[in-house]
């Protein structure tokens, strides 16, 4: 076993001095509440790329905020560690999922707070604080040092929690600048405290809105229920025949593109000290669901699934109301492994739910595709990954593990394939963050380890490139 790696003196002295500083600062962006979703808070999301554009500038980068059609990127560059040190490109994104339900939040979702070692705000993890840590361990090499031992480029984004529509034309405009020996992207999470992780997959996602539609309008459902077909009662059966009683998925010719993990990948899942009692415990439910026949951690990492994310139909005030409800509306999405693509699941899922719900059957369907993104699969070979393994194991004391992720990122895949460089996945979060949901967290240690890891990694691997050469 090699000795274990340890963060350069210098600059973990730097970390630690500026620590209550990388907080409070940390504290100001997340005060911003950038919902990329909500057109009530573009000017909040436009002053998140402002706060960020404005940070950048003053750790010493050359910053541009540059338009899209939607939200703005912030691009920042540093590029004086000479032409023969690799180009890292970090990504991340300053956009945050709604904060709603707002009264579901012990502190208000824009008021960050520390409670028991985990700071608390809407975007703490996903993704402000991880991108956070990148800033403050390249500010650390440029304060000690003067310098990077890579040329850097900063890429954030306003629109990855509304699936990054304007994200794929951009890369591919600026496809020269952006070229790189290496994208790192800090927005996923460890497996468990304590267990660095590297990531090796993504599943993709096609997301849909189906509307069914039947009489012109609400109707009384006892001058009419019985006679009329009902809009949700034929949503509901619909919805009801997307899977089969082995809980797969019942869309003819789904599971077509499905390549299998390869064993070895299976093994090392297998081998990852999961615990289903203490999954359950997690998320408070006394059983868990999906395809027969495969282990938790194979039904989120490597298998497809098809979820219901909304519902919505008739009346769902206090009390009751007696109405057969003129339309239903679902939103429902898929998760998608490869070699699976949004755009050929979008033709299976409409053509199944015609099936289901034909002309003849009183009502119709319409059916819109709102996102997508491709699955993605890592072979974790070469000098970026060797860097990351040993800036991990200093940082956190021990090796990575490998893992997978059930959650998207659908730009991963357009990075690979635009700018041919690899994409090295290292998240910072923890089981139970909270994510999306009320009471989002980030573990106070994990910001500072990951940025340790951070500030080792750029060495690492300008070290590795150099001897790689
Ligand atoms: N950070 C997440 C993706 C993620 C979640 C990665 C969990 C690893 C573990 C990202 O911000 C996200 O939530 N993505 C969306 C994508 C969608 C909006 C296109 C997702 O997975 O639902
Ligand atoms: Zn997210």
């Not at 910001?447 to 690492?460: K, N, W």
Request: glycine share 10%; aromatic share 8%.
């Amino acid at each position: 076993m090699p000795s274990t790696p340890t963060i350069p003196r210098d600059l973990s002295s730097w970390l630690d001095a500026h620590d209550a500083d990388a907080f409070a600062q940390l504290n100001e962006f997340l005060r911003i509440p950038s919902v990329s979703a909500r057109s009530e808070h573009n000017a909040d999301t436009a002053a998140a790329a402002g706060w960020l554009h404005a940070a950048l500038a003053r750790i010493g980068f050359t910053v541009e905020t540059l338009p899209t059609p939607g939200h703005p990127v912030v691009l920042a560059e540093w590029r004086k560690a000479g032409p023969n040190a690799p180009t890292i490109l970090i990504y991340g994104h300053y956009d945050v999922q709604p904060a709603e339900p707002l009264e579901l939040w012990t502190s208000p979702a824009f008021d960050p707070t520390v409670r028991d070692g985990k700071l608390f705000a809407r975007g703490s993890v996903d993704d402000k604080g991880q991108l956070w840590a990148h800033v403050m361990a390249l500010a650390a090499h440029l304060d000690v040092r003067g310098r990077l031992p890579v040329n850097v480029i900063v890429l954030a984004e306003g629109e990855e929690e509304v699936g990054s529509p304007n994200l794929a034309p951009f890369i591919e405009k600026h496809m020269i600048r952006l070229a790189c020996d290496a994208v790192v992207i800090s927005d996923s999470a460890m497996f468990a405290p304590g267990i660095p992780s590297i990531l090796s997959s993504l599943r993709g996602l096609a997301y849909f809105e189906v509307t069914v539609r039947g009489p012109s309008g609400d109707l009384h459902s006892g001058m009419y229920g019985g006679a009329v077909v009902n809009p949700a009662m034929a949503l509901a059966r619909a919805l009801a025949t997307l899977h089969d009683a082995k809980g797969r998925i019942a869309i003819k010719g789904f599971y077509d593109k499905v390549k299998p993990f390869p064993a070895a990948v299976l093994k090392g899942m297998r081998a990852l000290p999961h615990s289903d009692a203490r999954f359950r415990k997690e998320i408070g439910v006394r059983a868990l669901g999906g395809e027969a026949g495969k282990t938790t951690l194979e039904k989120l990492w490597t298998r497809p699934t098809c979820e219901i994310n909304g519902l919505l139909s008739g009346y769902t005030g206090e009390g009751a109301k007696t109405v057969l409800p003129g339309e239903a509306m679902a939103k429902v999405s898929f998760r998608l492994v490869p070699d699976q693509r949004p755009e050929v699941i979008e033709r299976l899922f409409k053509a199944h739910l015609m099936r289901q719900l034909p002309a003849s059957s009183g009502v119709t369907v319409k059916v819109t595709a709102l996102h997508g993104g491709r699955p993605w699969r890592a072979d974790l070979d070469g000098p970026v990954f060797d860097a990351a393994r040993i800036a991990l194991r200093a940082a956190f004391g021990r090796a990575p593990v490998i893992v997978g992720e059930g959650g998207s990122i659908p730009v991963v895949g357009d990075f690979e394939r635009i700018l041919g460089a690899p994409v090295l996945l290292v998240g910072f979060g923890l089981p139970g963050e909270n994510a999306h949901a009320p009471d989002e967290w980030i573990g106070v240690r994990n910001f500072r380890d990951g940025t340790r890891t951070m500030a080792m990694l750029y060495e690492e691997f300008a070290a590795r490139h150099a001897a790689g050469a």
